[in-house]
């Protein structure tokens, strides 16, 4: 009899880092820009799927937070969120990705799922980097697009 190796989430976690790790390798600082392009495009597609519930905003992101616990990518909090404005924080907490450039990634995801629910360009800013116990980033429209 054959052994197999069990699928687990930890072939997604390596899978992340592992592609952060070789993007940087290859492009060093330039990777951020990179690993975040590769996160809106993940980030769109999640939205993609989640609009097709017709949702509202809130349970959207609420889909968005389970979405993360159950693929180990960490606890996804939001606050003070102004819809007039799309602009609000973000708190990301126990990550299991272990490499700190796929942080860059989640940030990706999360610009690409707002973008793609408010049909605008989102802004977001790294506030405070304790990888991989806490992120915390604060999101709002780009200029000239309120």
């Not at 389970?66 to 708190?91: P, Q, T, W």
């Not at 990706?108 to 980097?129: D, H, M, S, W």
């Not at 604060?138 to 309120?146: A, C, D, P, Q």
Request: with cysteine.
């Amino acid at each position: 009899m054959e052994k197999h190796a069990p699928i687990s989430l930890n072939w997604l976690v390596k899978e992340w880092d592992k592609i952060s790790e070789s993007v940087y390798k290859t492009f060093g600082s330039g990777s951020a820009f990179i690993l975040r392009c590769v996160g809106i495009g993940v980030g769109k597609g999640y939205a993609e799927v989640i609009k097709s519930y017709g949702l509202t905003f809130q349970e959207s992101l609420q889909l968005l937070r389970e979405y993360f616990v159950k693929r180990s990518l960490g606890k996804l909090k939001f606050s003070e969120i102004r819809m007039d404005n799309a602009s609000g924080k973000i708190i990301i907490q126990e990550t299991s990705l272990q490499n700190s450039h796929s942080r860059y990634i989640l940030y990706g995801v999360i610009v690409g799922f707002l973008e793609e629910i408010a049909k605008k360009k989102i802004y977001v800013r790294e506030i405070k980097n304790e990888f991989p116990t806490l992120m915390e980033a604060e999101f709002r429209l780009m200029e000239g697009e309120i």
